[in-house]
């Protein structure tokens, strides 16, 4: 297998029919409330920003089939780019990250209140009043390596203390989001500095790696326990171990691709440490090297389009 193609990597899990979620209550097609009647924060748990991650499904599948009732505030469980997920084909995996363009560079409002048309962008319009009510966002996610699990924590001090009392996984990634366009996660009151919103992000492993589904439904469940949402005996079932730490990486900078010949200069799959001035990759004859020594690469692209973000650099802050 090449470590390379993501397109190599097995299919292990299996990709679960969600057509009877589909009506919802909530007037958003696939986004399901569950609300305590008690006061509380609302809480969104959110898969498929990326149609091909299905890891979310069945991490959302495991609570709706627990009969998941929150004890305070208001849960909603949602899917977002279906479209994509039902053109889901096992021979052509990759292909299914989304229809037209990234649904996780759509957030900004210029973008959703603009002229431009696309699958993504229509489906995120539908869904924003939804989100615009929500006060904690769990967006679950999965990479196209097989690396360790992560949390994206975004720039926000707030949401890495909030990745620190999930308590998993071992590293939380600190960073500013993409060059091409806001992340939900981003979005609104999860980016803006003075907000009482918080949004993490976790990406549970390789999109379908049979080990990304037990960390998704570990983590769906710590995440409602951390906001008092179900009891300890009700999440027990569900849980891994803890690590036994955690350890905080800060983006600190993205490379962009620039031209229609970037190349990696080597295989490389994410969390690797490396040397200052070794050698990243070279974009149409221009060398990238590292800048620093202990740059850590965080989540090497393999879509190297223009103007997307080939991998981001960042360090160990402790
Ligand atoms: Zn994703």
């Not at 029919?17 to 924060?41: K, L």
């Not at 390789?206 to 570990?218: G, L, R, V």
Request: charged share 25%; aromatic share 6%.
């Amino acid at each position: 297998m090449s470590a390379t193609d993501p397109n190599k990597y097995p299919i292990e899990l299996p990709f679960p029919d969600i057509a009877r979620y589909r009506e919802g209550n909530t007037g958003v097609d696939y986004y399901t409330s569950f609300d305590s009647g008690a006061a509380g924060p609302h809480v969104l748990i959110n898969a498929l920003v990326h149609g091909n991650e299905v890891c979310g499904v069945i991490a959302l599948e495991r609570l709706f089939e627990a009969g998941i009732q929150p004890k305070r505030g208001k849960l909603t469980l949602g899917f977002s780019n279906v479209a994509a997920y039902q053109a889901f084909d096992p021979g052509d995996p990759m292909a299914s990250r989304f229809v037209d363009e990234d649904m996780n560079r759509v957030w900004d409002i210029e973008t959703l209140e603009g002229d431009r048309k696309s699958s993504e962008l229509e489906r995120a319009r539908q869904m924003r009043p939804l989100i615009d009510t929500v006060d904690l966002l769990f967006d679950v996610h999965s990479m196209q390596h097989k690396t360790d699990p992560v949390i994206v924590a975004g720039p926000l001090e707030r949401s890495v203390a909030l990745s620190k009392r999930l308590g998993t996984p071992e590293i939380i990634v600190a960073d500013t989001g993409h060059a091409a366009g806001r992340r939900l996660r981003d979005y609104g009151g999860f980016g803006e500095p003075g907000s009482d919103k918080t949004a993490v992000l976790i990406e549970c492993g390789q999109h379908w790696e049979a080990a990304a589904a037990p960390i998704a439904i570990d983590s769906v469940y710590r995440w409602l326990l951390i906001h008092d949402m179900i009891d300890e005996a009700e999440a027990g079932p569900h849980l891994l171990p803890l690590p036994p730490a955690q350890r905080v990486v800060k983006v600190e900078a993205a490379v962009t691709v620039e031209t229609d010949k970037f190349e990696f200069a080597q295989p490389f799959t994410g969390l690797e440490t490396l040397k200052e001035g070794e050698l990243i990759g070279i974009d149409g004859g221009t060398e990238i090297r590292a800048p620093h020594d202990g740059c850590v690469l965080i989540m090497p692209s393999r879509r190297l389009t223009p103007g997307a973000t080939a991998v981001r650099l960042g360090r160990w802050a402790d």
